[in-house]
């Protein structure tokens, strides 16, 4: 049984939810987002509240079910407000730079890296070492933090690289003589 599929999700009094066939609508004061689930799961909005239940016993019915639960709780939270991830870049000469719609990178590559900013998400750097990603699609925003981080990720014996802020690097030894 899915703990996480059996909890309905609440709606907020701003929030409004429309429902044809398998597709739901979820509208916010500050995004509308859709969602189609699959035929393995059967979707009922009742008053102030989503609750997902599964089409039968079948493996997949049960894990759709968790997973359907959760995007719909992602997107009536993204119709109100905005998921951000917050990262920090550390090394000597390491910065970062908004220019227009590019994130320029200085990341001791022998080159500059330009990251292009995808739609619907907005990348800000408040100081040259600190970098915010935020939008209203939670998984956008992961995945564009997750891109950022795997130009230099943080390495184990000197912690130098992009890292998630209150992220823990595990330091490793040096060599002994």
């Known amino acids: 049984m899915s703990r996480i599929g059996k909890k309905p999700v609440p709606l907020p009094s701003d929030v409004t939810v429309t429902l044809s066939g398998q ?12 969602f189609t689930a699959t035929d393995d799961v059967t979707i ?12 039968g016993k079948s493996k997949r019915a049960r894990q759709q079910w968790g997973m359907t639960r959760t995007v719909i ?17 550390r090394g ?7 220019a227009g719609n590019v994130l320029k990178l200085n990341l001791g590559l022998s080159h500059d890296v330009d990251f292009p900013i995808p739609d619907g998400v907005t990348v800000t750097a408040p ?20 891109n950022i981080r795997d130009w230099r990720r943080p390495e184990p014996y000197k912690g ?8 823990y690097i595990f330091q490793k030894e040096g060599k002994k003589k």
Do not use: C, W
Not at 74 to 87: C, I, P, S, W, Y
Not at 92 to 98: E, F, L, N
């Open 44 to 55: 009922t909005v009742e008053g102030q509240q989503v609750s997902v239940t599964p089409r």
């Open 92 to 98: 000597v000469g390491y910065r970062a730079q908004m």
């Open 160 to 167: 130098k690289g992009i890292r998630y802020k209150g992220e």
């Open 23 to 34: 597709t739901i609508e979820v509208k916010g004061p500050k995004a509308t987002k859709t």
């Open 127 to 146: 100081k040259q070492t600190e970098l915010v990603v935020e939008g209203t699609d939670k998984q956008l925003v992961g995945q564009v933090a997750a």
């Open 73 to 89: 709780a992602n997107m009536v939270h993204g119709a109100r407000d905005v998921f951000k991830k917050e990262l920090e870049i």
